[in-house]
């Protein structure tokens, strides 16, 4: 298999993230779940799921479609498709998986893949994350990670536009 081969098997359909899912629960793996738009990749992002994937075993990111995006950013958003996100996303070893998502919330995802432990940016409260009372409900924990200071995608969409 090749290195692309291996990006392209970490972004998953229904089938194979019920598939990964039983996997994952049958070797009683803590699964992490976070999720967003990720549309322009920075330093920030990287600091956040390398945070992410160190409090369990899998890494899952929910990923917002490029219609989901539209919807929450803007008509100008996103600026990279969801193929260019998924695969970036997909090509970091910490990343055990990538999963897209069209609705404006993961709630029915986060439904299906049950995560042990649910992280959003610390400009959250835990109980306003989505889904919280899914993890909670199961035992499971919700937490927020500060982001970097000085990184944001709107930070740097507003850089390209002045120059």
């Not at 990749?41 to 899952?60: R, T």
């Not at 219609?67 to 998924?86: M, V, Y």
Request: net charge neutral; hydrophobic share 40%; with cysteine.
């Amino acid at each position: 298999m090749t290195k692309t081969e291996a990006i392209q098997k970490k972004i998953l359909k229904q089938p194979e993230l019920d598939r990964i899912l039983a996997y994952w629960r049958f070797k009683d793996y803590k699964i992490v779940f976070t999720n967003g738009c990720f549309d322009i990749i920075h330093l920030g992002h990287v600091d956040y799921l390398a945070k992410a994937a160190m409090l369990g075993h899998k890494l899952l990111i929910g990923l917002n479609t490029d219609h989901s995006t539209r919807r929450l950013k803007g008509p100008s958003r996103p600026i990279n498709d969801e193929t260019s996100r998924a695969s970036i996303l997909a090509a970091f070893g910490f990343v055990d998986a990538v999963v897209l998502f069209d609705e404006e919330t993961p709630y029915n995802l986060i439904r299906t893949v049950q995560p042990d432990i649910l992280v959003k940016g610390a400009d959250y409260k835990p109980e306003d994350i989505v889904g919280y009372d899914i993890v909670m409900a199961k035992g499971g924990r919700v937490e927020t990670l500060e982001y970097l200071p000085g990184y944001s995608t709107t930070l740097i969409e507003s850089k390209i536009k002045q120059s």
